[in-house]
C-alpha cells in the first residue's frame, strides 16, 4: 500500500510559508456595505432629530395613505439609523452576525424611505438606491473559507 505525501518536499533550509491568519476587518464588498450602513445610519438619525426637533424641515402631506405625524417618522429614522450605523460597524469588525442583521435593517431602511418618498423625495430615492447596493453587498460576499 502506498501513502502519498501531499506536502511536496521542501529544499534544505527553505521555511515553510505561514498559514493564512483571518483578519477580523471587513474587506471589499463587506467594507463597502460597512461604510455605507455606518454613514446611513448616521445620517437617518440626523434627519430623525431633525424632524423631532422642527415638524417645518418637512414637507407636510396631505391624504397620503401611510401618513405619520413628523415626530412619528423622526423617532423611526432616529432608531433605524442607530441600528443601522451598529450594524454598518459590526459588518467593518468582522462580526458575522452583523451581515444579516445589515440585510434585514437595509431592508427595513428601504421600506421606510420608500414610504418617506412624499415627505423628503431625493433624499429617499438617495437613500433606497444605497440600500439596495449594500443589500446586495451583504448578500453576495463571502467569508474567507466559504465555498460553494
Keep these: 500500500m502506498s501513502t502519498t505525501n501531499p506536502d511536496p518536499p521542501s529544499p534544505a533550509g527553505a521555511r515553510p510559508l505561514p498559514e493564512p491568519t483571518r483578519r477580523p476587518w471587513a474587506t471589499g464588498l463587506a467594507l463597502f456595505a460597512g461604510v455605507v450602513m455606518l454613514v446611513t445610519g448616521v445620517l437617518a438619525a440626523l434627519a430623525g432629530i431633525a424632524a423631532l426637533l422642527d415638524d417645518d424641515v418637512y414637507v407636510g402631506v396631505q391624504g397620503y395613505v401611510y401618513a405619520f405625524d413628523l415626530t412619528g417618522w423622526g423617532w423611526i429614522h432616529l432608531i433605524l439609523g442607530v441600528l443601522v450605523a451598529a450594524a454598518g460597524a459590526g459588518v467593518l469588525a468582522g462580526q458575522l452576525w452583523a ?38 453587498a451583504l448578500s453576495v460576499y463571502r467569508t474567507e473559507g466559504a465555498r460553494g
Design 99 to 136: 451581515r444579516g442583521i445589515g440585510i434585514l435593517l437595509a431592508s427595513l431602511s428601504l421600506i421606510a424611505n420608500f414610504l418617506f418618498l412624499p415627505y423628503s423625495p431625493w433624499w429617499s430615492i438617495l437613500i433606497i438606491a444605497l440600500d439596495v447596493a449594500v443589500i446586495w
